[in-house]
């Protein structure tokens, strides 16, 4: 793992905190990337970006802080629990990491309702969608969630040699009663049970984010903070 090449980027604008600069290190295009790699470089707080393998390497800042969720050990608390009540009907089709115009439909309608500039995804093309969430060498899987026969959720999920990991979960904003975002997450849990995995990673968590920071909801959250995976609870950061 010590001889993997790591490209660092110039910097950007960081996309959670304003006034904030980012900087990213991509594992280098000349590794072969696979699953069995991957699974270790996720465990040391990389994710993916379709085929890209990156990890924040912001020099002056540590808020994006790894996470992975023991799924052994949660359970719902009260408001999770309504939300798996909700979705008691709610269907649920597991498919091959594969374009789907109706997907794509959804992302492009999701993202136009969630963002602040209604339209500004209008350009998105299915190769920029399928080559965001999709991979060459991953074990990835589109998960459709159907109420009512309608679809209203897709999540991405990879598999990786210990657990499951949360790739991007979107959905049509006329179902957002039935928090499928929540729902989708409680899925990749229980899923990961029944698969006899340890862990569902979940990305960055960001506490001053408020899209990022959802992930301490789920809990006993662990994560990656100097070096070593570490329990992280409404309590283990507070305000100064």
């Known amino acids: 793992m010590s001889s993997i090449p790591i490209w660092l980027d110039s910097g950007h604008a960081c996309g959670y905190l304003d006034d904030r600069l ?12 696979d699953t069995p790699l991957y699974s270790q470089l ?5 994710r993916r970006s379709g085929d890209h393998v990156y990890k924040p390497y912001c020099e002056t800042c540590q808020a994006c802080v790894p996470t992975r969720l023991p799924v052994m050990a949660f359970q719902p608390d009260r408001k999770q629990k309504r939300c798996i009540k909700r979705n008691a009907q709610t269907r649920v089709v597991v498919k091959n990491a594969e374009f789907d115009a109706r997907h794509f439909r959804l992302y492009q309608r999701y993202l136009n309702a969630r963002h602040d500039k209604p339209g500004e995804n209008a350009e998105t ?3 920029d969608y399928i080559n965001f969430l999709g991979s060459s060498w991953c074990d990835t899987l589109f998960v459709e969630f159907l109420i009512g026969g309608q679809l209203a959720a897709v999540a991405v999920v990879d598999v990786v040699s210990d657990g499951l990991s949360a790739v991007y979960t979107f959905f049509d904003p006329d179902f957002a009663g039935y928090s499928p975002g929540v ?6 849990i229980e899923t990961a049970k029944q698969m006899g995995l340890t862990y569902l990673y979940l990305g960055y968590w960001i506490k001053d984010c408020r899209k990022m920071r959802y992930k301490i909801d789920y809990q006993p959250l662990t994560g990656l903070m100097d070096g070593q995976w570490q329990a992280i609870s409404n309590h283990t950061f507070t305000e100064e």
Do not use: K, N
């Not at 980012?22 to 990337?33: D, I, Q």
């Open 183 to 188: 729902y989708a997450v409680l899925w990749q």
């Open 125 to 127: 093309t299915p190769d």
């Open 42 to 46: 996720i465990a040391q707080g990389f």
């Open 22 to 33: 980012a900087r990213s290190g991509f594992v280098h295009p000349s590794v072969e990337m």
